[in-house]
């Protein structure tokens, strides 16, 4: 503050701490290190994960037979035929439901794919804010913590469900449906819809925990805990 002849104040406005906060710098190169090159495969792998879960589609088949009538036909579960053999297929349907396993599971792999792509735009565009900052590498730490452990829920209860539908909609579907019992109507398992795409959405899941595991360590060492002689010297006190 400087008071002129005229006694009117001036107010000289500096920033109380120099503008650290660089501008955005594509730089691709970065994407070699290891910790950027991890990120990418978690990238990678999270599309995967939702993307074979995702959209899924499939059928049970029964082939059923009525020796007196002489008639042959195939019931489909999903929009069963109204009277076949004399019996009204509609009032037996498949039970179970497990949309909440796999809801969670894929919901959770899309969050995960935004947060990669928010990462590495942050790494190659911003790798010096990173490296100079004291909060961030702590943050991606205990996300990175976070992300392990939900991996690891979600795929598992994923797995259970997808076992419980192997079972529901498997060979023994026939043994459960009542009118197969009777003497008049014979019931054979037709097929059903191929689900390799559900088992490698598991196989993912767990490659995904795998993977954020075995980052959590580099990313650690990216923090004041593990390195604090990098942070005093990012920081120096005053003289």
Known sequence: ISISKNMALTFLLSPPFPQRMSSFQLNLNLLKELLSFIKVLEWIASIFAFATCGGFK???????TCPKVNENKT?????????VCDVNWKNYVLTGDYSSSAQFYVTFAVFVFLYCSAALL????????????????MI??????????????STSAW??????????????????????????????FGSVTSIVSLNV???????????????????????????????????????
């Open 58 to 64: 499939g059928k049970t088949e029964i082939q059923v």
């Open 122 to 137: 942050l790494y190659v565009g911003y790798m010096n804010l990173c490296r100079d900052s004291r909060n961030l590498p």
């Open 201 to 239: 959405s598991v196989i993912f899941g767990f490659l995904n925990m795998i993977l954020w595991r075995g980052n959590a360590w580099f990313v650690y060492k990216e923090t004041s805990s593990h390195n604090p002689s990098n942070t005093s010297a990012s920081h120096p006190k005053d003289g």
């Open 75 to 83: 019931i489909t579960a999903a929009i069963p035929d109204a009277n």
């Open 140 to 153: 991606g730490f205990i996300v990175t913590l976070v992300a392990t452990f939900l991996w690891l829920v």
């Open 159 to 188: 797995a259970k469900a997808l076992t419980d539908i192997k079972v529901a909609t498997g060979h023994s579907i026939v043994k459960e449906l009542q009118p197969c019992d009777h003497q008049e109507v014979t019931c054979y």
